[in-house]
């Protein structure tokens, strides 16, 4: 992946980037806030619900080992007067029968939360709604839905069941107990009864707003309090966890669980709460937490579009400016920037400016350029013609003896074809040199021995290149100025590298600057003159040129300031 | 005093009995009676008031009786509830086997419910006990007041009558007229009572029998007493009364007649549970008569409706029957509710809706514009109430609360007599046996007078 702050746009990674960093903020901030609270009210809820559930669960235990002991107490009874019953005569058993009904009467009487005893024996069936004590058959305890959970022991508790009263039918919970005799056998059942609502009572938690449910030792569900009933299944999940914790607390979806079990007894209280309920406070203050979070992310973005556009302005008006940049016309840049941005702008206008300055300076360059080129052009014409012709001529001078035109006339060719020999613009100084003595030569023709030269140049500084018949014309304008009237003249060509440049003096002992001035030497020669410099203005900048100068002794120095440029770059340069 | 207001519960009962059939002078006098009785009312109805808007107040309530009394009372109950939403009531109610053990039990354990239904037998014992409240604030303008004093001690009011009842018998007609006897009426005699027996028992059987063994219940020996002449089995003082002779006649008769099998054998007889419907002997079948009360006819007529029709108890050289209060309401001295209990028993005596939902459950009513206005309505079987007290009232014997200490005597009684349905003992021991057990309850209740 690219680095997104070196390709996206700044303004919105600027925006997303802000966005992302408050909005994790803030939801760290409000799941820290909510998962803490939650924990510490599941944590405090657990820990009120197991000690209130202990206690409630002595209290209990209290009640129905109150309710164990005297269905115990009752047997033994049950047992003394029941052997009366079988020894006696006929009014005997009835007078025990009553007697058996009497004394459990009293325990009804004298426990509140005793609803009826229903005694299942041989005695005489005697079943009637309005009566506290039931007498039923030994054999039909074997048909009730119960039976099971006592088959098997000696006493158990069982869960709700119907059974029925002067009130209609109505759910209870029994404790049943054997009644056994010496022999150890066992001849009849006692069942008493608590009305499930009486029971309920006893589990009941302050408030009421959670159910609780109500195990015995096996794990068997005896009763739960009205609310929303408890699943087997649920019991099932916890059964295990109770085995091992005697007290805890889990919680599953919406649902918190609470057990307690007493370790002297067998009951295992289990409450259960909504989740949703006992966190709502918690889920409230979250909720707001979360409203003033997507406030504070509004409120942020807000800021940080409205910071992101006074950064963004400048850069965009930046951008158009270069965008749209063209030299006739420019985008003006605000001048009210004194920061980074201020320096950014001066900075691109500075820039500009100088660019600006380049421009015109290129066109001029290139003006100069043009014009030279033609000139340029303008001396070249047809040089081949021009050669030919002379050629000619010079055969007609030597068929005609004139020994002294043909010599120049061949002077003159060989100055043309030199002239014409390269026509690349730079030239080895060798053959710049040639031309030169070639002209010198045309010129010694006319002036025989009164024309005295001299070309002093450095065998290195031959390979160098200088710009093609750059010295012809001062030597011309020597001629046709400084010789002009004169018996005799001197020519000195004297080449040297001065400086890191080329210096090339061509002195003559000719009339001299001021003279020559007056006889306007500067309208005749002129032209080849500014020829030469605006060629080298063109070729080499305005640093180089030349300068005519008065002689040490009289005449007119000429010096030539060329850079060096050696063989290969010229080569280059073709 | 007692016998006094005997005879006017019965000149009560012929006025609303009149008053049924429309006589308008009678319902002038009680509507003259009224305007006297408004300013009780508006003051007894004070604490219901304060109740109405007070806090809420659970009332504990016990009462003995039928299916049809518990079904009409819990009814009321919650009619009540709906007049006044801050009174709520938890009911306890069962036969009257074990209601007064209960009843001692609970005092003794300070948790006996607020207002307790009480029985003419019992009134003067709670009462010197302490147990019960003084309830002289009820608005009683409109109950007979020598009906009232039934339910006074030394002038105060303990219990408040709900309704008056007479005893009488009952008989399977349907048997009856199947086997083709003369049925019992309001003026059969004691002879025409082993007749009957005799012939009914050589039409059904073996093992059917015409009579349900009730000789062990002092209350038929009472109306035997009285039958033959020989009073109260109580005399003025409070002390037991009963005729040795007498006694040992009728014991000695009620065997021969067990073991003639025209009484249900002891077995049966101690299953015998009054007005159940699989264990009352006549009711399933195993007898065809027995005593009840007038009040008890609905609950019979609504058990197998159409089957049965009343005979007062036989005459001697007099009738044998009586009027009595059928039971009381009584509020627990203990109670912490004593006011709502006292506006409660108001509303339960005095309104009229009260006294539609409630009809002749305690037997007829004692308010007589409740009377005036139930009478219209009354279905077949209260009817036959109605006609059955009607029957008994003229040749009523009086009727006496049992003197102080003997609450439990008929208990007592009950046991010694058992012994003789079942052989055990003979009816001449068993009267050394009762007069024994008579001075034991005599000095107790000597003691507690002192």
């Known amino acids: ?574 | 005093m007692a016998r006094k207001w005997s005879i006017a519960v019965a000149s009560l009962l012929v006025l609303a009995t009149v008053t049924a059939c429309g006589n308008s002078n009678n319902s002038k006098d009680a509507s003259s009676a009224s305007p006297g009785a408004s300013p009780s009312a508006s003051t007894s109805a004070s604490p219901s008031a304060s109740g109405g808007a007070g806090e809420p107040v659970k009332l504990t309530i016990a009462w003995w009786g039928s299916q049809a009394r518990h079904d009409a009372t819990q009814k009321a109950l919650e009619q009540y509830t709906a007049l006044h939403p801050n009174v709520t009531f938890e009911s306890t109610f069962s036969g009257w086997d074990g209601y007064f053990d209960k009843l001692a039990v609970q005092y003794s354990a300070g948790s006996a419910p607020d207002i307790i239904q009480m029985d003419a037998a019992y009134v003067n014992d709670y009462v010197s006990r302490g147990l019960l409240a003084d309830i002289g604030s009820i608005n009683t303008a409109d109950v007979d007041p020598s009906l009232m004093e039934s339910g006074k001690v030394n002038g105060v009011l303990y219990a408040q009558p709900l309704g008056v009842a007479a005893i009488g018998m009952v008989y399977d007609k349907t048997v009856v007229d199947k086997l083709g006897l003369k049925a019992p009426d309001f003026n059969w005699t004691w002879d025409d009572y082993y007749a009957f027996g005799q012939e009914a028992k050589a039409k059904l059987g073996n093992d059917k029998y015409v009579y349900a063994d009730q000789s062990a219940d002092l209350v038929d020996y009472t109306a035997y007493q009285y039958s033959m002449g020989k009073g109260y089995i109580y005399d003025a003082e409070g002390n037991l009364a009963i005729d040795k002779a007498t006694w040992i006649e009728y014991q000695t008769k009620q065997k021969e007649l067990r073991d003639a099998g025209i009484l249900t054998p002891p077995d049966l007889t101690t299953t015998d549970k009054e007005l159940d419907p699989q264990l009352d002997n006549v009711v399933n079948g195993n007898a065809i008569v027995r005593h009840l009360f007038s009040n008890q006819v609905g609950a019979i007529d609504a058990l197998k409706p159409g089957t049965y029709e009343y005979a007062s108890l036989p005459k001697g050289s007099e009738a044998g029957g009586w009027l009595k209060p059928s039971m009381f309401w009584s509020v627990n001295a203990q109670s912490k509710h004593q006011e709502e209990a006292k506006a409660f028993i108001d509303w339960f005596i005095n309104d009229l809706e009260a006294g539609k939902t409630l009809g002749l459950t305690r037997g007829t009513p004692v308010s007589g514009e409740i009377v005036a206005a139930l009478s219209p309505e009354y279905s077949e079987g209260d009817k036959k109430g109605v006609e059955f007290m009607n029957q008994v009232a003229p040749d009523a014997q009086k009727f006496v609360n049992d003197p102080v200490g003997y609450g439990n005597f008929k208990n007592d009684y009950k046991l010694i007599v058992e012994k003789i349905q079942f052989g055990s003992s003979t009816p001449e021991q068993a009267y050394e046996e009762l007069l024994k057990k008579a001075g034991e309850y005599a000095a107790a209740a000597a003691a507690a007078k002192k």
């Open chain 1, 1 to 574: 992946m690219r680095n997104p702050f070196k390709t996206l746009r700044i303004d919105f990674v600027f925006f997303f980037g802000f966005a992302f960093i408050v909005t994790l903020l803030v939801g760290v901030v409000v799941w820290i806030s909510y998962s803490s609270s939650s924990k510490e009210i599941a944590s405090n809820t657990s820990h009120y619900q197991q000690k209130l559930l202990g206690e409630l669960n002595k209290k209990l235990t209290t009640s129905l080992v109150g309710i164990e002991q005297s269905s115990n107490t009752a047997s033994k009874n049950f047992d003394v007067t029941y052997n009366r019953f079988q020894a006696g005569t006929k009014y005997d058993k009835v007078r025990a029968q009553a007697e058996i009904r009497s004394q459990l009467n009293n325990y009804v009487f004298n426990t509140p939360i005793l609803h009826s005893i229903h005694v299942y024996s041989v005695l005489p069936l005697n079943y009637s709604l309005q009566e506290y004590v039931q007498f039923l058959p030994f054999e039909q305890m074997k048909e009730e839905t119960w039976y099971p959970l006592i088959d098997k022991t000696d006493d158990a508790w069982i869960s709700e069941h119907t059974i029925r009263t002067n009130s209609g039918d109505i759910p209870v919970i029994s404790f049943a107990r054997k009644v056994y005799n010496n022999l150890n056998q066992y001849y009849a059942l006692m069942v008493l009864n608590i009305k499930v609502p009486v029971f309920q009572a006893l589990i009941e938690t302050e408030g009421g707003r959670s159910s609780v449910a109500l195990l015995d030792e096996t794990g068997q569900l005896i009763t739960q309090t009205v609310n929303e009933a408890f699943s087997q299944e649920q019991l099932d999940g916890i059964a295990a966890e109770i085995e091992r914790n005697a007290a805890g607390s889990k919680r599953t979806g919406d649902e918190f669980l609470v057990w307690s079990k007493s370790i002297d007894s067998k009951w295992t209280l289990i409450e259960r709460t909504s989740w949703k309920d006992m966190t709502a406070s918690s889920l409230q203050i979250t909720r707001l937490f979360l409203l003033l979070g997507i406030a504070a992310i509004f409120l942020i973005l807000l800021l940080g579009v409205l910071v992101a556009r006074q950064f963004m302005k400048p850069i965009g008006l930046l951008l158009k400016a270069m965008s749209n940049y063209s030299p006739q016309k420019q985008d003006a840049l605000p001048d009210d920037y004194k920061n980074e941005f201020g320096r950014l702008f001066q900075g691109y206008q500075k820039l500009m400016q100088r660019i600006e300055e380049l421009y015109g300076n290129l066109e001029v360059q290139y003006e100069k350029r043009r014009e030279a080129e033609i000139k340029s052009l303008q001396v070249m014409i047809n040089p081949h013609f021009l050669y030919n012709s002379l050629d000619q001529v010079n055969w007609v001078a030597i068929t005609a003896g004139q020994s002294k035109i043909s010599a120049m006339l061949s002077q003159l060719g060989q100055l043309f074809r030199l002239a014409l020999s390269n026509t690349g613009r730079l030239v080895p100084l060798s053959e710049e040199l040639a031309h030169i003595e070639c002209y010198l030569q045309f010129q010694k023709v006319r002036w025989e021995d009164r024309l005295e030269y001299r070309i002093e140049a450095d065998e290195e500084a031959l390979r160098l290149r200088v710009p093609k018949i750059i010295l012809q014309p001062f030597i011309e304008n020597a001629f046709v100025h400084g010789f002009h009237g004169r018996r005799s003249a001197k020519l000195t060509v004297a080449i040297r590298p001065a400086d890191g440049h080329l210096e090339i003096a061509i002195a003559d002992d000719g009339r001299g600057l001021r003279a020559a001035a007056s006889e306007s030497r500067s309208a005749k020669g002129g032209y080849g003159l500014r020829n030469v410099k605006e060629r080298i203005e063109a070729l080499f900048g305005p640093s180089y040129g030349f300068e005519l100068v008065p002689g040490e002794t009289g005449g007119t120095r000429a010096i030539v300031r060329l850079p060096i440029i050696e063989e290969q770059t010229q080569e280059e340069d073709a």
